[in-house]
């Protein structure tokens, strides 16, 4: 299988891994497969570092001088696997590329082992940034989710324990766990000065990545599909719910890539052939340095829909999402809808070496069917929404109630939940004054609660499901409301 030039085989990444929102992973076997693995930097010099018909290049000469020295005179005894791996490390970190990987073979089998149905954990993709663990997007309706994890926030440190010097496999491992279990996370975010406290409770992440409904407005039904990432059955599961749709009679359609980080790149190309008119080009992939190398994919279709298209995006939607997107815009048929998305333009490659560990490299990048390369960049929408302030709420905090005369972020935090729920306590400046205690005792009352005024345990349960309640009303998602509007237009 060849790495670039032609079409290759893809694999979805979708769990909880280093860097797993890819816009294309391949498998490839190391040409170094029957290699000695304890004894491959151990050949004679003359030999291993001729610069003439020789196995390994001249440059290799400073890396066995300094394996010798190690092995010859460090206090301590290490063994050759431990260089070699700390070796293989340090130049894929020395690219700089947060998307670059090496997993050693048990974090290979740790990373395989998630390649089901379903996984445990807290449901978010991360990525390396700047040395922190960072949320590319929490999954819809994971823990993470519910917690109030957002995308861009730093997880700074899992039940106590700093994730400060590891690399993110090994930060990767922290996080996940076995369902039931809890991960308190220590959260950096931006605009917030102290460090935010995240509770989330580990459970069974299934992968049904496709979900659809009808919403009717202006007598017009219009067809909503979201998409949460791109696995392999992702594609199929669209145009099925996509022909049950049509099948109904629908006047316009939505689709919803907010908080998708992307996945498997064939599935967006499937997606795409049925949605983009004129056999339109979906995406181009360029190669090498300096893009020497180039194919695209292109849509099998003719004609657009026969209704009006959009799609919904935000700083969540990465990589495939942003194919998709890119795809649409070009296309100059559909429009799009939110807020700007995350900005990943590169595509990886995972090589599985001889002894089962994983090199992952980006090896091309991707740019729009216009030639535009949005990487760090993102797609901007052609009509920006942003969610009410609300939708920004954080869990309140499970080890201390709120009361009266107290104050801080935690404290603000519960007059924004109190103002989604339509009982302003009129005033958010974190301030835990009479009329905040009058709101909670309000609250109290209505759901059948001990009158305390204060945040306890019950309260601050009670208050958090009937704000994730109001959330998810598409009534009350302005976003999604925007891109409805979009498509019902008579």
Avoid at 352 to 360: G, N, P, T, V, W
Avoid at 430 to 436: A, H, L, M, P, Q
Avoid at 453 to 470: H, P, S, Y
């Amino acid at each position: 299988m060849k790495w670039k030039g032609r079409t290759v085989l893809a694999v979805v990444i979708i769990s909880m891994v280093a860097s797993s929102f890819l816009t294309m992973a391949m498998m490839k076997t190391s040409a170094s497969a029957n290699a000695n693995q304890n004894g491959a930097l151990t050949a004679s010099s003359n030999k291993l570092f001729q610069t003439t018909g020789a196995e390994y290049p001249q440059e290799f000469k400073k890396l066995y001088e300094a394996f010798s020295a190690i092995k010859k005179e460090y206090i301590q005894n290490v063994t050759n696997e431990q260089l070699v791996e700390g070796a293989i490390g340090g130049m894929v970190g020395s690219l700089e590329d947060p998307y670059s990987d090496y997993m050693d073979p048990r974090s290979a089998e740790q990373f395989t082992s998630t390649l089901h149905s379903t996984f445990q954990g807290i449901g978010t993709e991360v990525t390396l940034q700047n040395g922190r663990v960072t949320v590319v997007s929490p999954f819809k309706d994971s823990p993470a989710e519910r917690a109030g994890l957002r995308p861009n926030d730093q997880i700074l440190s899992v039940n106590g324990e700093s994730l400060e010097g590891l690399d993110l496999n090994q930060a990767v491992m922290k996080i996940r766990g076995p369902k039931g279990t809890k991960a308190v996370l220590q959260i950096a975010r931006g605009g917030v000065a102290e460090p935010i406290t995240i509770v989330c409770v580990r459970d069974d992440i299934p992968i049904e990545t496709v979900n659809s409904q009808i919403i009717e407005k202006n007598g017009v039904k219009v067809g909503v599909i979201g998409i949460t990432q791109f696995s392999t059955e992702t594609a199929k599961h669209f145009k099925d719910q996509l022909a049950s749709l049509e099948k109904k009679g629908i006047g316009g359609l939505v689709i919803d890539v907010r908080g998708n980080p992307g996945g498997y790149l064939l599935a967006v190309k499937e997606i795409g052939e049925v949605l983009v008119p004129k056999k339109g080009v979906i995406v181009q992939i360029e190669y090498g340095a300096g893009g020497q190398q180039k194919e695209e994919y292109r849509s099998t279709t003719d004609a657009a829909k026969p209704y009006p298209i959009s799609l919904l995006i935000n700083g969540g939607s990465a990589s495939a999402s942003e194919i998709l997107a890119g795809a649409l815009r070009d296309s100059g048929n559909y429009k799009l809808v939110g807020e700007k998305s995350f900005g990943k333009g590169t595509v990886q490659s995972t090589m599985e070496m001889a002894d089962k560990s994983q090199l992952k490299l980006t090896i091309a990048k991707w740019v729009t069917p216009k030639g535009e390369w949005i990487h760090k960049k993102g797609i901007e929408p052609d009509f920006k929404v942003e969610q009410p302030a609300y939708f920004n709420a954080v869990q309140l905090p499970a080890d201390k109630d709120l009361s009266r005369d107290m104050a801080g972020n935690e404290v603000k935090n519960l007059q924004l939940i109190l103002t989604g729920l339509n009982l302003s306590p009129g005033r958010d400046d974190g301030y835990f004054d009479e009329k905040t205690e009058q709101v909670i005792k309000q609250f109290q009352t209505s759901h059948k609660l001990p009158v305390t005024g204060k945040v306890d345990a019950a309260t601050r349960t009670q208050l958090e499901e009937r704000l994730r309640k109001v959330m998810r009303d598409p009534q009350n998602d302005l976003q999604l409301q925007k891109a409805i509007d979009v498509v019902s237009v008579k």
